[in-house]
C-alpha cells in the first residue's frame, strides 16, 4: 500500500515541453478564466465566451472562436493550449448496446472509455488514470502497469468527445460513472473538478445526481467526500463481506479492512441520507455460495442501499470462473429472500472487452482520427 500512500501525497504534475508555459485552458472554471483574462489584459466578458465554445459548443480550435478579435486570438494561442485527447478506435458490441472507445493523450498513453445504451438511455463510463494502483486480482486494468492520473481536461475530453458523437445522431448522454480504468478517489481532485465543470450553469449544465463515483474502498476519499458532498452519488466495489477473501482479491482490504469500510459508509450514510449502490462480482467458488449471501444481507442490513450482482466477465489470465445461470439466480434469490433491495445484471460488451474489469487500453489497436 505504499505506493497508494505516495499517490495520495503527490500533486501529479504533467508537463510537456510545448505546453510548459501556457496554461490548460479546458481545466479552468469560469471565474479562474475571468481573473486570469483580466491579469493578462482580455476583456473579462471573453472569458465567458471562451468557456462557453469549450464547455457548450464543444468547439476546441481557438481560431473557431468567431465572436473573438483574431488579435485576441492570437493572445489566448500565446497564453494556453487546449489539452489533446486523439481518438483511435471505436468498438460496438454485437447487440449494438455498448460502445468502446480508445483515446492517446498527449503522452501516447491510451484510456478507454465506454459508452453503455438502455431503451435511448446512455451511461458514460470514463477513466480516472491510465492504469490502476489498487490490483484487484480479477480486473483486467490491474494487469496493466499504472502510469498516472488524469487530469480535469482529459477526464473532460472523454465525456465531451462521446458527447459530440451521440449529438450526431440527435440524442444526449444520461449519466456519468467514474467506473472506468482507475481508482477514482486516489485522483479526487481531478474527478471532483470534472463534475464541477461539467455541473457549471454555462457549459454542460449537468445534475450532479447524474453523476456516480466507484470506489474500491478508499476509507480517507469516502471520508472526504461525505464532508464535501452531498448530490453525487456513491458506489463500492464490494465484492465480498469476508477480509480473507476481500484480502485476497483486492489488496485495498489489508488497509481498510471490511469494518472500517463499514463504519465510513455508515457515516457517509447518516450526513448525506444518500443510497449507496454496491456492487457485487459473482466469482465461482469464490463469493457466490449461500453463506455468502447470508453474510452479505446481514452487512447490508444497516444501510439503505441497492445491490448490483455481476456476473465475472473473464480476463485473459486470470483463474476466475463465471458461475452459472442457476447459481447466480440462486445468490440473488437468497438477498431477495433477506429483502435486500438487488438486482442481477445482465453482461453488457463482453465480445468488445468493454464489460464490468475489462477495461485495458491496447497498443496494438492504432486507427487515428483526432477530436480537435
Not at 249 to 258: A, E, F, S, T, Y
Not at 287 to 294: I, K, Y
Request: charged share 30%.
Amino acid at each position: 500500500m505504499k505506493r497508494i500512500e505516495n499517490m495520495e501525497r503527490s500533486n501529479n504534475e504533467i508537463t510537456n515541453i510545448d505546453t510548459v508555459e501556457k496554461i490548460d485552458i479546458l481545466g479552468m472554471d469560469l471565474e479562474s478564466l475571468q481573473r486570469k483574462f483580466v491579469e493578462i489584459r482580455l476583456k473579462k466578458f471573453n472569458a465567458s465566451q471562451v468557456f462557453d465554445w469549450l464547455h457548450n459548443k464543444l468547439v476546441f480550435n481557438f481560431d473557431e472562436f468567431s465572436n473573438i478579435s483574431k488579435k485576441d486570438r492570437e493572445i489566448l494561442k500565446e497564453k494556453f493550449y487546449v489539452e489533446k485527447l486523439e481518438f483511435k478506435t471505436h468498438q460496438v458490441s454485437e447487440d449494438g448496446d455498448t460502445e468502446k472507445f480508445l483515446f492517446e493523450l498527449k503522452d501516447k498513453r491510451l484510456i478507454e472509455s465506454v459508452l453503455i445504451s438502455h431503451k435511448n438511455r446512455h451511461t458514460l463510463c470514463v477513466s480516472s488514470q491510465i492504469g490502476c494502483l489498487i490490483g484487484c486480482d480479477f480486473c483486467a486494468t490491474a494487469t496493466m502497469t499504472y502510469e498516472r492520473n488524469l487530469s480535469i481536461s482529459e477526464i473532460l475530453l472523454q465525456y465531451y468527445y462521446v458527447q459530440k458523437h451521440l449529438l450526431q445522431r440527435g440524442e444526449k448522454l444520461g449519466n456519468v460513472v467514474y467506473m472506468g480504468m482507475g481508482e477514482p478517489f486516489l485522483n479526487y481532485d481531478a474527478v471532483l473538478g470534472s463534475i464541477n465543470m461539467l455541473n457549471s450553469p454555462k457549459g454542460q449544465n449537468f445534475s450532479k445526481r447524474n453523476f456516480t463515483i466507484s470506489t474500491s474502498g478508499i476509507v480517507n476519499g469516502i471520508k472526504r467526500f461525505t464532508e464535501n458532498e452531498n448530490q453525487i452519488n456513491l458506489a463500492i466495489s464490494l465484492h465480498s463481506v469476508k477480509d480473507d477473501v476481500r484480502n485476497e482479491i483486492m489488496p485495498i482490504n489489508k488497509r481498510w479492512g471490511v469494518k472500517q469500510l463499514k463504519e465510513s459508509l455508515l457515516e457517509y450514510q447518516k450526513q448525506t441520507k444518500n443510497r449507496i449502490t454496491f456492487e457485487y462480482i459473482l466469482i465461482n467458488d469464490l463469493n457466490c455460495e449461500p453463506e455468502d449471501a447470508r453474510e452479505l444481507a446481514g452487512f447490508l442490513n444497516s444501510f439503505s442501499c441497492l445491490v448490483n450482482l455481476i456476473p465475472y466477465n473473464p480476463v485473459g489470465g486470470k483463474p476466475y470462473k463465471t458461475p452459472s445461470k442457476q447459481k447466480q439466480r440462486e445468490f440473488y434469490k437468497l438477498l431477495k429472500d433477506k429483502n435486500v433491495n438487488v438486482t442481477l445484471r445482465e453482461t453488457k460488451g463482453q465480445d468488445i472487452a468493454a464489460a464490468c474489469g475489462q477495461l485495458k487500453a491496447k497498443k496494438e489497436m492504432n486507427t487515428s482520427q483526432s477530436i480537435i
